[in-house]
């Protein structure tokens, strides 16, 4: 059913993002309970290869692998260990040489989860590589928006800001248009991708238009100092026409929820009082990231190198 | 394979007459054992009060279900009850390819102090009950565990004893014997059928369409 | 001198439309005789049966790397990759370390080349010193030393003042200039061809614009100035289509195109290989197409290589770290053949855009099979087929899109000065 690397959500088809998203809501439960813990992956070592910092989704892994009682192994560098002259092959062969069951794998660069995959034994979970792909955020993007609406076919989804440089914009495209949602997207020009309406969206310049009935709104963090200046004015301008606040969304659906994969630029991209309360689901966002992981791990880690039919209980 | 020493396991395929394929037991012949089941629960328990029901998907669930609907019908008591999904604890998982899909888990409350049953469709090596007893734990500290199966095959690989069988069906390992009908719709009818076994190894017991 | 008959191959000449069966006797380093049923004489035989018998092809395009980085290339692996694909002369980049900016440099490269080249190698100097864009080279002395052309290549001449001015000074000593068109402040961080293919891989774009741009400031320089304008490794549609119209109006402007140009699409860079990796960057299908029909009116003059060998562990890194280029010269035949097998070019059309065209843009007096003329020739094999394999081939590195493909056509024999430096089935043998 799912391959053996979960390296982005352009090769997903619908039903592997549907046995993922059952399998999150499952492992939801087992968050709730007062023992959070499952001897699931038991003597299973999962490694955090992260070559670019990043607390938040580190963290989610190493909860996610921990609550399947695996070891969790940070191995994080910063992102310099190339620069040392090590290749990325290198890496890998070293790492392959710890028998990892996993290897979950950020990177600034896009591609290096795939370079690694291609190396290595081990299944690869791409945690983000550059502004490629980052597949677990899109999916707890889609469970959460699975849970809000209770569906996702259908729906009118609009992503809004550097569409160009995000890995979360991406995955969040395939994903939503996998699960038969409608995407749009509204930037201005320079952050729109080129050709990016191959992969079947629209792309809008005016954020009123692009929001318009829509059902989900996902609002993207402003790189202030990689932008500013090259790819729009000012911020002041930026959040003036793209910043998403109460009378804007307006347009949107009534019911209409907005997302942020976090952390948000409080009155750049988002108004303060909407990353707090409802309609933002910003902070369901961050409690299914953990379950969702639990689940790529479950269904990934470990497994046998070669895929087989789902093992057949015995009573 | 050493029989334990629990009296209920003690089958052999020489001892009892050998079930042919087919329906092995109707819906009203499994209402009749639950029926049954349910009176000995009452006989062996003075409080039935503290009484948690904890059926193992899929084929446990309408069996528990139907369990409390006797216990209330007979002794006009309401048990708790609860879904327990094992797949987490089972101990086969990190040896075979594809990872079987989550059941439900809803425990409605914890399991401290309570005489908890645990319900299964088809009692077989033993590993899925020793994975619910491991589950279990993760709820609480129950005063005591019973297990019932409606069906019991034998071939037990662990020394775990069912304390409520529906029914005794001797069978080769290559065969199969399952839990016909369950499912969400808890009045649809069920059965218990035997499969002649495909030459594969002894599997059964998931429920038809799980 | 040895004396070598090719038996029974076909003889195509573009310099002089000859398309022919017909056996070729080569005495004393030139070509001695060309007709049907020839005597050996007593000579080497070799038997060229199903084989194309051409003009050595003339690779406008190199890196041989040395001085300065042999362990990606240096000039005998690369003179054998060379002679492996049928080359008999190569054109070869001043980007060395030391820089080819000095007839020093010049004369070392020509002395090595003479030692340990299996082909001949011709020298581009740089244009300006240290590939620095700023200072113009010693154009007059670098020719007097060996230099066929002049280029920064992809150094990239920024400033267009002194852009014009090389143009204008490279009349003194009458060379081509050879551009390497890219706009860097448009490329900037571009890795990959801008479009829908770098917005899937997430990676920087390179716009096909920035190509567009600097080839229309360069035709517009070469024209105000008179001057020989080369355009290296033509990628875009664009540029194709404003040589095509500077061709037109009469200016003295020629092109070249690579063989991954012709046949791989950005497509190929989606699995993030970075031997895939070149610069200007694999282009979308229609650049493709415009770039091959370009070739085949004629708009592009020649193919080249852009052999660029870059060691294997340069090439395992992050895509954005790995340094551009692929090696070529030993897969550019069976890569092109692609061409004549689509029916767009005759076997005759093909040659000429390897050999005799290349000759002509840095005035070389080869990419001819005539009696009397020297003895430079290929001896090629349209459908052989073959895996090709980069640990097995003569170049130091192993930096190919096509490593472990299954290719058809194979050079099986070159000849140099009428001397067999190459052989399919013996390998290099001199010197």
Redesign the interface.
């Known amino acids: 059913?799912?391959g053996r690397d979960l390296l982005g959500i352009e090769d997903l088809e619908r039903g592997e993002i549907e046995?993922i998203l059952?399998?999150a809501e499952?492992?939801k439960?087992?968050g709730r309970?007062?023992?959070k813990?499952?001897?699931?992956l038991r003597?299973?070592t999962i490694v955090n290869l992260f070559f670019e910092p990043s607390t938040r989704t580190r963290t989610s892994f190493e909860i996610a692998g921990k609550r399947?009682s695996a070891d969790v192994v940070n191995f994080s560098t910063s992102g310099s260990s190339l620069k040392k002259a090590e290749s990325i092959l290198d890496t890998a062969k070293t790492l392959d040489a710890m028998d990892p069951d996993a290897v979950v794998v950020r990177h600034q660069v896009a591609g290096v989860p795939k370079q690694i995959a291609d190396a290595l034994d081990a299944p690869v979970i791409n945690a983000g590589d550059g502004a490629h792909e980052h597949p677990t955020q899109a999916l707890l993007d889609l469970l959460t928006v699975w849970e809000e609406k209770e569906r996702v076919d259908g729906l009118t989804v609009t992503i809004v800001g550097d569409i160009l440089h995000s890995r979360v914009a991406r995955s969040n495209i395939y994903g939503f248009l996998k699960m038969g949602a409608e995407v749009r997207l509204a930037a201005p020009p320079p952050m729109i991708p080129p050709g990016v309406e191959a992969l079947g969206v629209k792309s809008y310049t005016s954020l009123r238009e692009a929001i318009d009935g829509a059902d989900v709104v996902m609002v993207l963090r402003i790189q202030k100092e990689r932008l500013e200046g090259a790819f729009f004015p000012s911020i002041r301008e930026y959040a003036a026409t793209f910043g998403l606040d109460r009378a804007k969304l307006r347009y949107a659906k009534d019911d209409a929820i907005v997302m942020h994969p976090g952390p948000v630029n409080r009155g750049v991209e988002l108004a303060h009082d909407l990353a707090d309360h409802r309609p933002s689901v910003i902070l369901d966002q961050v409690r299914n990231g953990v379950a969702l992981r639990m689940a790529v791990l479950?269904?990934l880690a470990?497994?046998?190198p070669?895929?087989?039919?789902?093992?057949?209980?015995?009573? | 394979m050493p029989s334990d020493s629990a009296p209920q396991t003690e089958l052999t395929e020489s001892s009892v007459p050998h079930e042919g394929p087919g329906v092995v037991l109707d819906d009203r012949a499994i209402q009749r054992s639950l029926m049954r089941i349910a009176h000995e629960i009452v006989e062996r328990h003075d409080d039935l009060t503290g009484l948690y029901l904890v059926g193992i998907p899929n084929g446990g669930v309408p069996l528990a279900r139907r369990l409390a609907a006797n216990l209330r019908e007979i002794a006009d008591v309401e048990t708790l009850l609860g879904v327990l999904?094992t797949?987490?604890?089972?101990d086969?998982?990190?040896?075979?390819?594809?990872?079987?899909?989550?059941?439900?888990?809803?425990?409605p409350s914890?399991v401290d102090d309570r005489i908890v049953i645990l319900v299964?469709d088809?009692?077989?090596?033993?590993?899925?009950?020793r994975a619910a007893m491991?589950?279990l734990m993760?709820?609480?500290r129950p005063r005591a565990v019973e297990v019932v199966a409606l069906v019991d095959r034998g071939h037990r690989?662990l020394p775990i004893r069912i304390d409520y069988v529906g029914k005794n069906i001797p069978s080769q390992r290559s065969e199969k014997v399952v839990l016909r009908g369950a499912s969400e719709d808890f009045e649809a009818p069920l059965e218990v059928v035997l499969l002649p076994g495909a030459g594969g190894?002894?599997?059964?017991?998931?429920g038809e369409g799980a | 001198m040895s004396r070598i008959l090719i038996r029974g191959g076909r003889v195509l000449d573009p310099a002089a439309e000859r398309d022919e069966l017909a056996d070729v006797r080569i005495e004393g380093g030139h070509v001695a005789a060309v007709g049907a049923q020839l005597d050996a004489q007593g000579a080497e035989v070799l038997d060229a049966s199903g084989c194309w018998v051409t003009p050595g092809f003339v690779d406008l395009h190199t890196h041989l790397r040395e001085p300065g980085q042999e362990y990606k290339e240096d000039i005998a692996s690369g003179g054998r990759a060379a002679a492996a694909g049928g080359f008999t002369s190569v054109v070869c980049m001043a980007n060395t370390q030391p820089v080819n900016d000095d007839p020093s440099v010049t004369d070392y490269i020509l002395d090595r080349a003479r030692q340990d080249s299996p082909v001949h190698v011709h020298p581009v100097a740089a244009a300006t010193r240290r590939l620095e864009g700023g200072v113009m080279t010693e154009m007059s002395a670098l020719v007097e030393a060996g230099a066929v052309a002049f280029s920064d290549d992809g150094h990239t001449i920024m400033d267009s003042g002194v852009m014009r001015r090389v143009f204008e000074y490279s009349r003194l000593v009458a060379r081509p200039v050879i551009v390497h068109a890219e706009d860097r402040t448009l490329v900037r961080d571009g890795v990959v061809n801008e479009g829908p293919v770098s917005t899937r891989l997430g990676l920087p774009g390179n716009p096909a614009v920035a190509e567009a741009v600097h080839v229309a400031r360069d035709l517009m320089l070469a024209e105000v100035t008179g001057a020989h304008l080369h355009v290296a490794h033509v990628s875009t549609a664009e540029a194709v289509d404003l040589i095509r119209r500077a061709r037109n109006r009469g200016l003295h402007v020629t092109a070249e195109v690579t063989p991954h140009h012709l046949t791989l699409t950005d497509e190929a860079t989606l699995g993030y290989d970075p031997n895939t990796k070149v610069a200007p960057p694999l282009r979308s299908a229609e650049d493709v197409r415009a770039c091959r029909e370009g070739l085949v009116d004629g708009t592009l003059d020649a193919i080249a290589t852009d052999h660029a060998p870059h060691a294997v562990h340069e090439k395992e890194v992050e895509f954005t770290a790995a340094p551009p280029g692929l090696i070529g010269l030993e897969t550019a035949f069976a890569v092109v053949m692609d061409l004549v097998r689509s029916g767009e070019l005759t076997p005759l059309q093909l040659v000429a855009r390897l050999a005799t065209n290349p000759a002509s843009v840095i005035g070389l007096g080869a990419g001819r099979l005539e009696e009397g003329g020297v003895a430079d020739l290929a001896v090629v094999d349209p459908e052989r087929s073959w895996t090709y394999d980069p640990a097995k081939g003569f170049s130091k590195s192993r930096n190919s899109p096509w490593a472990g493909r299954r290719l058809a056509g194979r050079p099986v024999g070159t000849l140099v000065g009428g001397r067999l430096v190459y052989h399919v089935d013996r390998g290099v043998l001199v010197p």
């Open positions: 059913m799912i046995l059952e399998t499952r492992m439960e087992v309970r007062e023992v813990k499952v001897p699931t003597g299973r399947l479950y269904l470990g497994r046998a070669k895929d087989g039919e789902p093992a057949e209980e015995e009573r | 999904d797949t987490l604890y089972r086969d998982l990190v040896s075979r390819g594809e990872r079987p899909p989550l059941r439900r888990t809803e425990m914890a299964d088809v009692a077989h090596t033993g590993r899925t009950i491991d589950a993760d709820f609480g690989e190894g002894a599997v059964e017991g998931r």
